[in-house]
């Protein structure tokens, strides 16, 4: 499944000249639009459909080059349906599957579908105000008004879950967008004591997205995967005062607001999803300013990590309001204009569009500054990984994650044990990078030979499916090699970020592979100076790549200090005196677990803090002291505020087979936060970054060298701080992935003539 990666776009809330509006949404550079079915509308009796609508809309959007993010339920129903009635999930889903088969074979990306559109708006309007029918409220007690609403989300929640599976059994391909209002309550100024009813007001925002992801109530059969992207409507009126229920005011700059920004991070801190901001406008003269503030705020949460699809302005063409039909709003990007008023009847046709030319300059001004969505012709990298992308996040996923601006990647992870028939699991964590997990039920660990004839036919069947031919090969890992022989690649590489066979547990044939790799492969990285000349002479196209850093994201001057991130790390630290010594990374056969007790026992006042998953070691054989606290793996988007929190930031290695050639990537992140950085002598940390990095060679030097840095006087701090930020600015990942772009070129572009010459066999046919 793999939809058109978003991009601005608008939802349309009009019919009667619909040609009219995709062909000046096309000419806007608009890619994408959101229409609504309307249930309400599309079952007029129970169980007979009038799709005739939407079939009208998804011809003129592929004629305009426009995708559609399809709603089916947005607020009304048919009038024989109650939302408190259970009744309501099994007509949905029908109606919902009846949708599928009429649009899927007009889809010709993968359809993307809102089951019920802000689920917890639609709860809230029938349970506590007269906006929806049918409505329950003014009766009876507070209390029971709300647990009205939660029941209807509940309802529309199992409804929402029952229509996705009907659509899923008629196109496999579907993907589901699921819609809220991001929100910030606050308590009035004079009420301080109102904050916790605040957060909890707050808190409900959460719920519907909570039931279909399955982190509250299971039972109705949400799960994590059911969330597959979040959407989140936002207005300048989504945030008040509990209580008062008065607006804090975007144009005045009330300082209470919350920074959509922050609110689309704690989305996605919450949920780990793909976001797309999936409503949002202003009126009058204000529309353009708040599409600017809007689009800065989108950048912003981009640029933090936030994989953010796309950002939809409603309405494309303006509305009149849902209560006074002869108010206007003039809030889109186009204005409707009456006819003259000469006192004659208008003629159809006589109301004009006018463009609103602030609104469309700032449109266009934004589409040119964000991000560009990706080209479904873009060339193919598959990618067969050891490591799982949801792990620590580090050089593939720093390499992937640029590449994918100009790629698109298929992250193939090693394969899961699980019940039931095999199956390749599919996930988007960002755009233009899909991640397949194949689940088989066999115990043997990764890519090996047990698991390959397993893993192969569902692969195979995955990229056909996606129509993915003769993509580019990316391997982590020399045991997938024999997995090539599916992928019919157009070019191999080897990305050789480790020395795997030198990690506990590592397969025997792990070296014999390696070699045929290197005798196939057409271009060969290495993680680090180590690597490449262990390597050296073996491969005529081998490159040293040494890991990068994402300044921005570890620079102290970026953190956001009201932050979810900032609040996470404020938690972990709050029984944590100082001085602070802290590491973050896999906790395995790599560190030096002794040293790190040497550490702690070195003086009861340090506090040494240790964050990251521990893997193939006993969890029970790690030391204990009081002052020596393990925090577990932490978020990617966490680290920044870790580092900052420590005093001084740590590199315990242990120096054997397993850490002779790492060169380990959170060392330029550490210099990124400016915190002085204590290593062992890793022989890639000495040579690379020896004169920033203090480097020891036993346990006493390493215990003094975390004094003295400590100790650091204000001009040596000073003197460091410059040569680490010298050392980060010519290490960045943007130039090393511009690196692997220009090598890569020319076997694009080669590949991209196999593909084209049908009759010419692939490069790679066999291995």
């Not at 309307?38 to 009208?56: F, H, I, K, S, V």
């Not at 605040?198 to 982190?215: E, H, N, T």
């Not at 990251?612 to 030391?623: E, H, N, Q, R, S």
Request: charged residues 20%; neutral net charge.
């Amino acid at each position: 499944m793999h939809a058109r990666p978003l991009d601005m776009a608008a939802a349309t809330g009009h019919l009667a000249r619909l040609d009219e509006d995709y062909a000046a949404a096309a000419r806007l550079g608009l890619r994408t639009v959101r229409e609504s079915i309307g249930w309400r509308l599309a079952e007029p009796a129970p169980r007979r459909y009038a799709l005739q609508r939407a079939e009208r809309m998804a011809r003129a959007a592929r004629r305009h080059g426009l995708q559609v993010l399809w709603t089916l339920m947005h607020y009304g129903t048919p009038p024989d349906v109650d939302l408190f009635d259970d009744a309501l999930i099994d007509r949905f889903a029908a109606f919902a599957g009846q949708a599928a088969r009429v649009l899927a074979p007009l889809s010709d990306d993968a359809p993307v579908y809102t089951p019920v559109n802000e689920i917890g708006f639609l709860a809230w309007g029938v349970s506590q105000t007269s906006r929806f029918w049918p409505h329950r409220h003014g009766g009876g007690a507070e209390d029971d008004s709300r647990r009205s609403g939660y029941e209807v989300k509940r309802r529309l929640a199992r409804a929402a879950l029952a229509g996705m599976a009907a659509i899923r059994q008629v196109d496999p391909r579907a993907r589901f967008l699921h819609v809220e209002p991001l929100v910030h309550v606050v308590a009035p100024q004079d009420r301080p004591d109102l904050q916790p009813l605040a957060q909890q007001v707050a808190g409900y925002q959460w719920q519907a997205w909570d039931l279909i992801a399955g982190r509250c109530e299971p039972g109705l059969g949400g799960s994590p995967g059911q969330l597959d992207l979040v959407g989140v409507n936002h207005y300048h009126s989504g945030q008040w005062e509990v209580g008062t229920e008065r607006r804090l005011d975007w144009h005045l700059g009330d300082p209470r607001r919350r920074p959509p920004a922050h609110l689309l991070a704690d989305a996605w801190q919450r949920y780990g999803r793909p976001l797309v901001i999936a409503e949002t406008s202003h009126v009058g003269e204000g529309r353009a300013a708040w599409l600017e503030d809007m689009a800065r705020q989108a950048a912003g949460a981009m640029q933090a990590g936030v994989p953010l699809l796309g950002l939809c302005l409603y309405p494309l063409v303006d509305r009149p309001d849902w209560d006074e039909a002869a108010r206007w709003h003039r809030s889109g990007l186009f204005d409707v204009l009456p006819p003259p008023a000469d006192g004659t009847a208008a003629p159809p046709g006589a109301w004009r569009r006018s463009p609103h030319p602030a609104s469309v300059a700032a449109l266009a001004r934004w589409q040119a500054r964000l991000p560009q969505p990706q080209d479904s012709t873009m060339p193919v990298i598959v990618v067969l990984s050891h490591l799982r992308w949801g792990f620590v996040y580090q050089r593939p996923q720093q390499l992937m994650s640029r590449l994918a601006r100009d790629h698109r990647i298929v992250f193939v992870e090693e394969p899961v044990r699980a019940e039931g028939p095999p199956r390749m699991e599919h996930h988007q964590p960002l755009p233009g990078v899909d991640v397949l997990c194949p689940v088989t039920g066999c115990d043997a660990p990764g890519f090996n030979d047990e698991q390959r004839p397993r893993i192969a036919p569902l692969l195979a069947s995955w990229l056909a499916a996606q129509h993915i031919v003769h993509p580019i090969a990316w391997l982590y890992t020399p045991m997938a090699l024999p997995l090539v022989e599916v992928l019919r690649p157009g070019a191999v590489v080897y990305d050789c970020m480790d020395e795997l066979s030198a990690f506990q547990g590592a397969p025997a044939a792990l070296r014999a592979w390696e070699a045929e790799l290197l005798k196939l492969a057409d271009l060969v990285f290495t993680g680090g100076p180590s690597l490449y000349e262990a390597r050296r002479g073996r491969h005529a196209a081998l490159h040293c790549l040494p890991s990068g850093v994402d300044a921005a994201h570890f620079s102290p001057e970026r953190l956001l200090p009201d932050s979810a991130e900032a609040a996470t790390a404020a938690t972990l630290h709050r029984a944590v005196g100082r001085p602070r010594l802290g590491f973050y990374g896999v906790i395995d056969e790599r560190l030096d677990v002794r040293l790190v007790a040497a550490l702690a026992d070195a003086d009861p006042a340090w506090q040494v803090v240790m964050a990251g998953p521990v893997v193939k070691i006993d969890p029970a054989t790690l030391p204990q002291r009081p002052n020596l606290h393990w925090l577990g793996m932490q978020p990617y988007a966490v680290l920044p505020y870790l580092a900052a929190a420590w005093d001084v930031c740590l590199l315990p290695f242990a120096l054997n087979a397993s850490t002779r050639f790492i060169s380990p990537t959170k060392t330029l992140e550490y210099m990124a936060a400016g915190r002085p950085v204590v290593s062992t002598a890793v022989h890639d940390v000495a040579m690379l970054y020896g004169d920033t990095v203090r480097v020891a060679h036993d346990t006493p030097a390493f215990i003094a060298a975390c004094r003295d840095a400590l100790a650091e006087a204000p001009a040596a701090r000073a003197q460091r701080r410059a040569a680490m930020a010298a050392t980060v600015a010519r290490m960045s990942w943007d130039d090393g992935v511009e690196t692997v772009r220009r090598l890569l070129a020319p076997l694009v572009r080669a590949g991209a003539s196999d593909t084209a010459a049908a009759s010419l066999p692939p490069r790679h046919a066999a291995v």
